[in-house]
């Protein structure tokens, strides 16, 4: 029996059984909708209820096209299994059926946006009971991260007509994602000629969607430290994603309502020969806003809001005023700083050079003109000698004479000070400041140095001479108004008095210098030393003349040798068995024994 004829005798059998029995009745439970990500996989369960077995079921599978046809995709009956061929699923799906669970499950893999589609699951008993149940499939892509763009140029408020504020993007979503702008954490939205925000939504040639928005502001100062930031919502299976853009700032600009300038330095009281900085700002920030300050005939343009003025005289106090002009306007704001220069004159010294006899009193003023209170200190040879305009010193004497240094200060500013100086010389009578030693020991051929400081006024002249009368020449000297420094110095070659001779209009005085001329160790040596080389010598020659070696002894000799002096000399040796020998002196004499 082949298997057609069974199965037909098996259907047969079955339309008998179900002849003696009531109509079967089948029900379908399916889901409302079905959710998955593209490229995913997709599973739509199709549950059943039927008092038939699976064998005398017959299962089709549908879907709607989006011009509302119905288009078969799968048969399944007792005998059949088969896919449709030549639609957008033929080699995407496969059914599974389970009869212990009564389900019917399609599967569709690598599922795609136009796979966004409605399902129909039918089945069919033999004893005509059909029912069908529907699932929505639908499909999502997550969308790329938005990207958000702001204006590049500042904005200016009070304009009449809204200002571009920025543009937010988010690309390839689907289901569409929705943008929503927020300004500091609120979202935005109010009046039209307030806020407007337009939505643009393209869809891509993936089936995709892109969603553009735009917004535009009516722009106030507040606006300078606000954040924006756009919100992209998007949907996924099973719920709603959100996520966020970085925020961005505008640049706003806004007028002045006022403007101010101050000494940015110095700090505190200004003095001349300061250098002043000014700064000069107002409240708003637009850039056509021009900057000048007015000095009573002088203006002076700005270089970054500042003005620098060097080495201020107290000519340049008064007020100074800052304008601010706006270039797109017109409209002029100003604000003004006053500023006072402190000086202090040249001090004057009266008299400007004193000469006075000893025993007399000195009297001298010292004042300068100064716009604050003033301190005077006289010093003399850097020690402060009084304090005050005027300076009084009794009884002169030379310790008196010398430079007197004036100095004016304001305690209130460092570095504020004036200087002038008092000659003052003492007239008088030389007087030598007498040397600690002038007796003084040096050996032979030392070198000694005299020195000689003489006080008196007028400059006293001085001469150095011997105890004889001799003038000596004097090395080194040195003269001021009232003292001379001078220094002879002398060879020892045996004792020596010297005299410093000064002398003025007034007088004379002078010093006495002893030197006592002492021997030389060193003389001594190199005199012992000729002598013992000389000791030498002799006896290195009779040593030689007892051994042969000067004037032979063998046999007799005369020398005789002729001089170009007055006398001659004659020298005879002569040698005998007992080796005497006789010296011949001068003009012929015979030298004694003990003279050989």
């Keep these: 029996?082949?298997?057609?004829?069974?199965?037909?005798?098996?259907?047969?059998?079955?339309?008998?059984?179900?002849?003696?029995?009531?109509?079967?009745?089948?029900?379908?439970?399916?889901?409302?909708?079905?959710?998955?990500?593209?490229?995913e996989t997709a599973q739509i369960t199709c549950m059943y209820t039927s008092d038939d077995g699976i064998g005398a079921l017959t299962i089709q599978w549908f879907y709607v096209s989006r011009t509302g046809e119905k288009q078969k995709i799968y048969y399944q009956d007792a005998t059949t299994q088969e896919v449709d061929r030549g639609t957008q699923f033929t080699?995407?799906?496969?059914?599974?059926?389970?009869?212990?669970?009564?389900?019917?499950?399609?599967?569709?893999?690598?599922?795609?946006?136009?796979?966004?589609?409605?399902?129909?699951?039918?089945?069919?008993s033999l004893t005509d009971g059909v029912s069908e149940g529907r699932t929505?499939?639908?499909?999502?892509?997550?969308?790329?991260?938005?990207?958000?763009?702001?204006?590049?140029?500042?904005?200016y408020v009070n304009k009449d007509t809204l200002s571009k504020i920025g543009l937010c993007e988010v690309k390839n979503g689907f289901p569409k994602p929705n943008i929503t702008w927020y300004q500091n954490n609120m979202p935005l939205g109010g009046p039209s000629d307030v806020v407007k925000i337009v939505h643009s939504i393209t869809m891509e040639s993936s089936g995709l969607f892109s969603v553009r928005s735009e917004l535009s502001l009516k722009v106030m100062k507040e606006d300078k430290d606000t954040q924006f930031y756009c919100e992209v919502t998007y949907?996924?299976?099973?719920?709603?994603?959100?996520?966020?853009?970085?925020?961005?700032?505008?640049?706003?600009?806004?007028?002045?309502?006022?403007?101010?300038?101050?000494?940015?330095?110095?700090?505190?009281?200004?003095?001349?020969?300061?250098?002043?900085?000014?700064?000069?700002?107002?409240?708003?920030?637009?850039?056509?806003?021009?900057?000048?300050?007015?000095?009573g005939e002088n203006e002076y343009g700005l270089d970054s809001n500042m003005l620098v003025l060097e080495n201020v005289t107290r000519l340049q106090s008064g007020d100074y005023e800052c304008i601010s002009t706006d270039m797109e306007t017109y409209e002029e704001l100003s604000g003004n700083t006053t500023v006072f220069v402190n000086y202090l004159d040249p001090a004057v010294v009266l008299p400007v050079d004193m000469e006075m006899a000893q025993g007399?009193?000195?009297?001298?003023?010292?004042?300068?003109?100064?716009?604050?209170?003033?301190?005077?200190?006289?010093?003399?040879?850097?020690?402060?000698?009084?304090?005050?305009?005027?300076?009084?010193v009794k009884d002169a004497t030379f310790d008196t004479a010398g430079t007197y240094k004036c100095v004016v200060t304001v305690p209130e500013i460092d570095g504020m000070e004036r200087m002038e100086t008092l000659r003052v010389n003492v007239k008088g009578a030389p007087e030598i400041m007498k040397p600690e030693d002038t007796d003084?020991?040096?050996?032979?051929?030392?070198?000694?140095?005299?020195?000689?400081?003489?006080?008196?006024?007028?400059?006293?002249?001085?001469?150095?001479?011997?105890?004889?009368?001799?003038?000596?020449?004097?090395?080194?000297?040195?003269?001021?108004?009232?003292?001379?420094?001078?220094?002879?110095s002398v060879d020892v070659t045996s004792d020596l008095t010297a005299f410093c001779n000064a002398s003025n209009v007034y007088g004379a005085d002078a010093v006495t210098?002893?030197?006592?001329?002492?021997?030389?160790?060193?003389?001594?040596?190199?005199?012992?030393?000729?002598?013992?080389?000389?000791?030498i010598l002799g006896s290195v020659l009779y040593f030689l003349y007892k051994k042969g070696k000067i004037c032979g002894r063998s046999g007799k000799q005369d020398f005789t040798k002729e001089k170009s002096s007055k006398d001659n000399i004659v020298v005879e040796m002569k040698s005998d068995n007992t080796e005497e020998a006789v010296l011949l002196g001068v003009n012929g004499e015979k030298l004694p024994p003990s003279n050989q």
């Design 1 to 39: 029996m082949d298997a057609r004829l069974s199965a037909s005798l098996l259907a047969g059998l079955v339309v008998l059984l179900h002849g003696f029995t009531a109509w079967a009745v089948v029900e379908l439970n399916m889901e409302d909708r079905v959710e998955v990500f593209k490229g």
């Design 136 to 155: 929505n499939l639908l499909v999502f892509e997550r969308p790329d991260f938005p990207t958000i763009e702001v204006v590049q140029t500042g904005i």
């Design 235 to 295: 949907l996924v299976p099973g719920g709603t994603r959100m996520t966020e853009t970085n925020p961005i700032n505008i640049t706003v600009y806004y007028p002045s309502t006022a403007v101010h300038v101050w000494v940015e330095s110095p700090k505190g009281k200004i003095k001349e020969g300061d250098t002043i900085m000014f700064h000069c700002y107002g409240n708003g920030n637009t850039p056509s806003s021009v900057y000048v300050i007015r000095h």
């Design 513 to 535: 210098f002893n030197i006592k001329a002492k021997g030389s160790g060193v003389i001594i040596a190199v005199i012992i030393i000729c002598l013992l080389l000389l000791a």
């Design 440 to 488: 003084i020991k040096a050996s032979l051929a030392d070198t000694v140095d005299l020195t000689c400081y003489v006080r008196g006024f007028p400059t006293p002249s001085v001469i150095w001479t011997t105890a004889d009368g001799k003038v000596l020449e004097t090395t080194s000297q040195t003269e001021t108004e009232d003292s001379v420094h001078s220094v002879m």
């Design 91 to 124: 080699d995407r799906i496969t059914v599974n059926v389970t009869a212990a669970t009564r389900e019917v499950v399609l599967t569709i893999t690598d599922v795609q946006l136009k796979d966004q589609l409605e399902f129909i699951c039918l089945v069919k």
């Design 360 to 392: 007399e009193e000195l009297t001298a003023t010292c004042n300068a003109l100064s716009s604050l209170q003033t301190h005077t200190a006289w010093f003399k040879d850097g020690r402060e000698v009084s304090v005050g305009h005027t300076l009084t």
